[in-house]
């Protein structure tokens, strides 16, 4: 990502900023330029962190009257933090347990960051306890409601009416991602970046670029590879190698289709096929992995296929099934 790109993550200060504005903006800048290109964090990490930085900095103007410069930071400001983002003061504002672990982790490796570039000493946030979140299981959907989802595109762009082109590029495109999503248990960051050139017809897989631009190789069954070539036989013909899969529209050079855009539609889908509309693109990767472990498959191939660094990760997804069967216990047993 460029420092234009950058950039955008924290908005440039006025002219007239001080100093000490002067200095986090520069060093936020230069950190998230840092996390992006040496580190190799995603876009949305990057901005995530961004966002953590801008907040601390904001509750110290907040609290002092006047911005301190990331220098000054010390350990009772780190400490304090904490204690009053969970339990505002004098009106201010609260947030979760799972943000502030996120916010304090941003922190950490910032001022970590400015140690490696002799800007400070000690890192105040090194070692600091943050209050402990309850793990939430991941959401996800039944095999039934899945084939319902699958239908929902063609469901709500027809409601009695004569299909139009754009609809049914649409249909054919929203049902092709929600395929691929759920019979390769994709993130929709990779979805979203798939070009013709990555997919390789005759084994049935696709290369994608995951977290920390990892590659790697992902099988996607015969429904979703039977969905790629209907799609690009009615739809993308001339497209060459490097064209994305999923555009916005069926022009030749159509820009790609964003995520944005896609959650709002995959919203839209879930009311048509009358399911929680508290559900992700992500509840169908969450739904791959647990699909697979209740049909028997084992962690480590499905810690390969969802791409994760560590089986600790692909783990939660054990307790899925096993909540699933002490439930199903629970209703089938005479003694339960």
């Known amino acids: 990502m460029n420092t234009t790109t950058v950039a955008g993550i924290v908005p440039f200060l006025s002219p007239s900023a001080s100093p000490e504005e002067s200095a986090w903006e520069f060093w936020i800048q230069a950190f998230l330029d840092h996390a992006l290109k040496e580190r190799r964090y995603s876009p949305c990490t990057a901005r995530n962190y961004g966002t953590a930085l801008t907040d601390f900095r904001r509750w110290l103007a907040a609290r002092g009257g006047q911005i301190k410069g990331p220098h000054g930071i010390v350990f009772n400001d780190a400490r304090h933090y904490v204690r009053e983002r969970l339990q505002p003061l004098a009106g201010r504002s609260v947030i979760g347990r799972r943000t502030l672990g996120m916010n304090a982790t941003a922190l950490r490796l910032f001022l970590a960051f400015l140690q490696a570039a002799e800007q400070v000493k000690v890192n105040p946030f090194a070692g600091l306890v943050t209050p402990k979140f309850v793990a939430r299981l991941p959401r996800w959907l039944t095999v039934d409601q899945c084939f319902r989802l699958l239908k929902a595109p063609a469901q709500y762009h027809t409601q009695g009416q004569l299909i139009t082109p754009a609809a049914a590029f649409m249909i054919s495109r929203d049902t092709l991602a929600l395929e691929v999503l ?12 798939m070009t013709w050139g ?4 005759d084994s049935g897989v696709v290369l994608v670029t995951g977290k920390g631009s990892k590659e790697r190789i992902c099988p996607l069954g015969a429904a979703a590879m039977d969905a790629l070539k209907a799609h690009r036989k009615a739809w993308a013909g001339p497209a060459g190698h490097l ?3 999923f555009t916005t529209t069926a022009a030749r050079r159509s820009p790609r289709m964003d995520a944005r855009g896609f959650q709002v539609r995959f919203k839209r889908y879930l009311r048509t096929a009358s399911l929680p509309t508290d559900l992700t693109p992500h509840s169908l990767r969450h739904s791959f992995a647990t699909h697979l472990l209740d049909d028997g498959a084992d962690l480590r191939t499905v810690q390969i296929l969802l791409g994760h660094a560590s089986i600790i990760t692909t783990a939660i997804y054990c307790h899925i099934s096993i909540a699933r069967m002490q439930e199903s216990h629970r209703l089938a047993h005479p003694r339960a």
């Open 243 to 245: 064209s994305p899969v």
């Open 182 to 193: 759920w019979g390769g248990g994709l993130r929709i960051s990779e979805l979203l970046g």
């Open 198 to 201: 990555d997919i390789d017809w």
